[in-house]
């Protein structure tokens, strides 16, 4: 349970660049840690070399999460290979194994190989669409719609929710926030998806007006050009 939130055994996040979903599966992991649950994050994306799960690898570890990441991820080889460490997630227990899924449909390639093992596992995982109504390429319906065709098929998963985390980073303003969730549900409503979410830092979701769940985050992928000396 997350802020009032039941998520089950495995959780998939997917979306486009800028989407946030690496955020989530952050702040995900370290919550499920928090709460002595036995974690995993397995670190999917194949295609974004930058805001990737790996990066925080040694952060994760010492909170006792099991990271799991493509074969030479953060180095300079252009095609990382999935580990077959990667398979035991679903034969290993666990009580929350969190999937960090790269970016469109071309990174939920690297989802569909395990398809044959969440077919197993179809009642205990959930699929969720992480979505930036900032980011260009998810500021319309017609775009997220799109996306959530591509990525489900390719993914051979499906999408089962929606995450609204619309925000501009330090400039987000609540209106931006209601407004994406706005976006989110028209889309949830053309899917039939019933679940929905609004992710976001919790001094903005506390001045917004909204329907659906939040999930309260901490900001951990902030880039040094953004740090203030």
């Known amino acids: ?9 495995f959780v998939v996040l997917t979306g486009n660049y800028g989407s946030g979903k690496t955020e989530l599966a952050l702040n995900l992991a370290m919550a499920s840690a928090a ?19 790996a990066e925080k690898a040694p952060e994760l570890e010492k909170a006792g999460i099991r990271v799991l990441m493509p074969t030479f991820a953060l180095t300079t080889v252009d095609i ?15 009580d929350r194994v969190i999937f960090d899924v790269g970016g469109d449909d071309t990174g939920a390639a690297a989802l569909g190989r395990y398809a ?7 009642a205990e995982t959930l699929s969720y669409l992480v979505i930036n109504c900032m980011r260009p390429l998810t500021e319309t319906e017609e775009d997220i719609l799109d996306l959530a065709g591509r990525i489900g098929a390719r993914g051979r998963l499906g999408v089962d929710g929606l995450i609204n985390n619309t925000n501009l980073a330090d400039r987000t303003e ?8 706005r976006l989110v549900l028209q889309c949830a409503k053309k899917m039939g998806v019933s679940s929905v979410i609004t992710a976001g830092e919790r001094q903005i979701l506390e001045k917004c007006r909204l329907e659906t769940p939040i999930l309260a985050i901490e900001r951990r992928m902030i880039p040094e050009w953004m740090i203030e000396n």
């Open 116 to 122: 044959p093992s969440f077919r197993k596992h179809r």
């Open 1 to 9: 349970m997350r802020n009032g939130i039941a998520l089950p055994r």
């Open 174 to 181: 609540p209106e931006m926030v209601e407004q994406g969730e």
């Open 80 to 94: 990382p290979a999935l580990p077959p460490e990667i398979q035991s997630v679903f034969e290993v227990p666990a």
């Open 35 to 53: 709460e002595g649950l036995r974690t995993t994050l397995v670190d999917l994306d194949i295609v974004n070399p930058y805001f990737r799960s």
